[in-house]
T-cell receptor, first 114, second 117 residues
Framework: AQSVTQPDIHITVSEGASLELRCNYS??????LFWYVQSPGQGLQLLLK??????LVQGIKGFEAEFKRSQSSFNLRKPSVHWSDAAEYFC????????????FGKGTRLSVIA | GAVVSQHPSRVICKSGTSVKIECRSL??????MFWYRQFPKKSLMLMAT?????????EQGVEKDKFLINHASLTLSTLTVTSAHPEDSSFYIC?????????????FGPGTRLTVL
């Protein structure tokens, strides 16, 4: 069965510091991988996605993620965190099939301190 | 990217009443829509897959008579929470799959906050 693991429930970083959020997946086929961000009381915003090709993908707000098939990972990174990045981050996996929904990880809450 | 809207964004109702939530794909046709539920500080849990013109497929543990889903057109799916109770209070998010361009990306609505008193 498909599953997504985000090992870190909560991470706190200082503003300006680098960030890496971990995501591991279990999937029987070639996965499509996504990172979403959610601010309190808001919907999901897509940060970036990987379908195929270059394994390092760039997203919005200065985020990037690297797909590593050998490690079944799709970690999210940002070189310098801003206070406005504080939010909940969700990794999700899916496939190119009409009726297959995305499967989400449990999320990682990011706090940013001065 | 494609746009998915939800209405209402927030609803408060009395226990025992029914509430209907609409999910629309604004600039594309969606043969498949998904309904998720999110509890506070929790992840999104898939409730059901809604297919245009056919019955929805519910996930295990989701009461289909409690959460009625109708997908009558290619741009509209509705979720009706029947005889709502306080434990149904949650954040409900719909999404629709856009098949254009060969990449079947799933787009999410802004969510509906349901509070049952």
């Amino acid at each position: 069965a498909q599953s997504v693991t985000q090992p870190d429930i909560h991470i706190t970083v200082s503003e300006g510091a680098s960030l890496e959020l971990r995501c591991n997946y279990s999937y029987g086929a070639t996965p499509y991988l996504f990172w979403y961000v959610q601010s309190p009381g808001q919907g999901l915003q897509l940060l970036l996605k990987y379908f195929s090709g270059d394994t390092l993908v760039q997203g919005i707000k200065g985020f990037e993620a690297e797909f590593k098939r050998s490690q079944s990972s799709f970690n999210l990174r940002k070189p310098s965190v801003h206070w406005s990045d504080a939010a909940e981050y969700f990794c999700a996996v899916g496939r190119n099939s009409g009726n297959t929904p995305l499967v989400f990880g449990k999320g990682t809450r990011l706090s940013v301190i001065a | 990217g494609a746009v998915v809207s939800q209405h209402p964004s927030r609803v408060i109702c009395k226990s025992g009443t029914s509430v209907k939530i609409e999910c629309r794909s604004l600039d594309f046709q969606a043969t498949t829509m998904f309904w998720y539920r999110q509890f506070p500080k929790k992840s999104l849990m898939l409730m059901a897959t809604s297919n245009e013109g056919s019955k929805a497929t519910y996930e295990q543990g989701v009461e289909k008579d409690k959460f009625l889903i109708n997908h009558a057109s290619l741009t509209l799916s509705t979720l009706t929470v029947t005889s709502a109770h306080p434990e149904d209070s949650s954040f409900y998010i719909c999404s629709a799959r856009d098949f254009r361009g060969g990449q079947h990306e799933q787009f999410f609505g802004p969510g509906t906050r349901l509070t049952v008193l």
